[in-house]
């Protein structure tokens, strides 16, 4: 029982990822691969900071506002500079991995006996519940500051610059900065996971950010699905599929390793199911490959 809760806390420490990639990739219809950079950047300051015994709130500061940073340049060299934005996110998260290892000083900080954001301070319930009870309010409060964002006159902003760039320009809106700042805000959601994760798993590793964009993305994908399994489509679901698509893809790759496969298939495992959710759309409007 506990793998699974593990699984559940770890997908729900993800969350903010999905919902990084969501920004990017759903509303703006960019391929940000600075997500691996950003989020090793959350969890190097945060092993950094907590390591030398500052509070978690100032690693929590600093994670996010370094996050939206990183976002925010690749924004710019994508719109100011017209490089690719593919290669844009190339650019940033190569030179995030030099930043990672200047920040840590190390390519691994432990951080199992450091005070962190999951240390309890309630004695009536758990370790586990207890870290499922923080993870759940960061969580909660990450959906509702999103969503009220993407409903005020700046949110229909920005997500009317990812559907009509050349609409909103007629309209007097600057659709380059939309861009910037949704990369930033973007960003600073996915080095809050990385903010998250290095505490609840005891570490923070230059390579922990290798691939992550994956496990963002099939957040998205999973939740798209259920989505269209419900018959749903609003910013409020949206937000929420990403949630449970977080968690059910934890579980799944939790059960793919409950059945005795070799761990170092994992990376394998996770492409297969993303391809999976991804090309579910193409079977079953085509039916066959060819």
């Not at 290798?210 to 099939?218: D, E, Q, R």
């Not at 949630?243 to 298939?265: E, K, M, Q, Y």
Request: positive net charge; aromatic residues 8%; glycine residues 10%.
């Amino acid at each position: 029982m506990n793998f699974y809760l593990t699984a559940v806390l770890l997908g729900l420490c993800l969350t903010s990822l999905g919902l990084g990639l969501y920004i990017s990739m759903r509303i703006f219809s960019i391929p940000d691969i600075t997500t691996d950079g950003s989020y090793t950047l959350g969890a190097a300051i945060t092993g950094a900071l907590l390591s030398q015994q500052y509070p978690f709130v100032l690693a929590l500061v600093i994670t996010i506002l370094s996050g939206a940073f990183a976002g925010i340049l690749t924004g710019i060299i994508h719109t100011r500079l017209k490089v690719n934005a593919l290669l844009s996110g190339i650019l940033v998260m190569t030179a995030l991995y030099s930043i990672n290892l200047l920040i840590m000083g190390k390519s691994n900080i432990p951080l199992v006996a450091v005070n962190s954001i999951f240390t309890p301070i309630l004695t009536f319930v758990s370790v586990e519940i207890y870290q499922l009870l923080i993870v759940l309010l960061v969580v909660a409060i990450v959906c509702i500051g999103l969503y009220w964002l993407l409903k005020t006159d700046f949110g229909i902003a920005m997500r009317a610059s990812g559907n009509n760039e050349i609409m909103v320009q007629a309209q007097g809106i600057n659709a380059s900065r939309m861009k910037i700042i949704g990369l930033g805000i973007s960003n600073s959601l996915v080095a809050l996971s990385g903010f998250l994760v290095a505490q609840l798993q005891g570490f923070a590793d230059i390579n922990m950010g290798i691939g992550i964009v994956i496990l963002g993305l099939g957040a998205v994908m999973i939740g798209e699905t259920l989505l269209q399994l419900l018959g749903k489509k609003s910013i409020l679901s949206s937000i929420l599929a990403v949630v449970a698509g977080s968690i059910v893809f934890r579980l799944i790759l939790a059960f793919t390793l409950s059945l005795g496969i070799n761990p170092n298939l994992l990376k394998l495992i996770t492409s297969l199911i993303v391809l999976l959710f991804v090309a579910a759309p193409s079977f079953r409007n085509k039916g066959k490959l060819l």
